[in-house]
C-alpha cells in the first residue's frame, strides 16, 4: 500500500466518523467497482439514518406526522349544525349561573374555547383544522358588533356560531373549520 492510498484511507475513515458524530449515519467502506479501475479513488457511500431519529423523536412525544395522500377534498362536509348545537350546549353549561366578572372573563373565555376545541374535533374530519373564537361581555345596553373575514375554499370551509345571553353577560362563540391536506 503505498503512502498516498494510506493517507486517502486515514482521510476517508476520518471523515467518516465525523459524518457519523454528526448525522448518525452509517459509511460504507469497501472493494467498490470504482477501487479496481484505474485512476478511480475508493469511494464512500453514506445512508443517513438522521430522519428515522427525528420521526422516532415526535412518535415518542406523541407528534406524528402523516404522509400525503393527495386527498383534494374531504369525505365529509363540515358539519355546520351539529357543531352549533355542541357550541349551545358548551355556552349554557359554562355560562349559564355566571355573572359578568372582568377578572374572571378572560380565563373563562379560554376554557371555553379550549373545551369548544377539543369537542368539535371528535366531530369534524381529522383533515379540518380548527380555530375557535369566543367573545364574553357585559349586557349594559349596548350594541355590539363583531365581524371576521377568512380567506378559505367556499365548497369545503365553513364556520358555525352561537350566541348565549342571561342576566348580566351575552357571549359569542364561534367555530372555524378549514379543510387541509
Sequence with gaps: MTDQQRSHDMAQAKAAKLLM?????????????HSKRKG??????TV???????????IMKGQIR???????????????KPIR?????VLAEFLDDQTYEQDNCPKLTKSISDVVKTRAKDLVDMRY???????????????VRIGSRCLWNTQHDNVAT????????????????????
Design 21 to 33: 458524530k454528526r448525522t448518525a449515519s452509517v459509511s460504507s467502506f469497501g472493494a467498490d467497482h
Design 40 to 45: 478511480y479513488a475508493a469511494s464512500v457511500s
Design 48 to 58: 443517513s439514518y438522521m430522519e428515522n431519529l427525528q420521526e422516532e423523536d415526535a
Design 66 to 80: 402523516y404522509e400525503n395522500t393527495y386527498q383534494l377534498e374531504p369525505k365529509d362536509r363540515f358539519p355546520v
Design 85 to 89: 348545537m355542541m357550541l349551545e350546549e
Design 129 to 143: 383544522k380548527i380555530i375557535c373564537v369566543a367573545h364574553i361581555g357585559q349586557i349594559r345596553g349596548q350594541g
Design 162 to 181: 352561537a350566541m348565549f345571553k342571561n342576566h348580566s353577560l351575552f357571549a359569542i362563540a364561534s367555530v372555524y373549520g378549514i379543510y387541509y391536506d
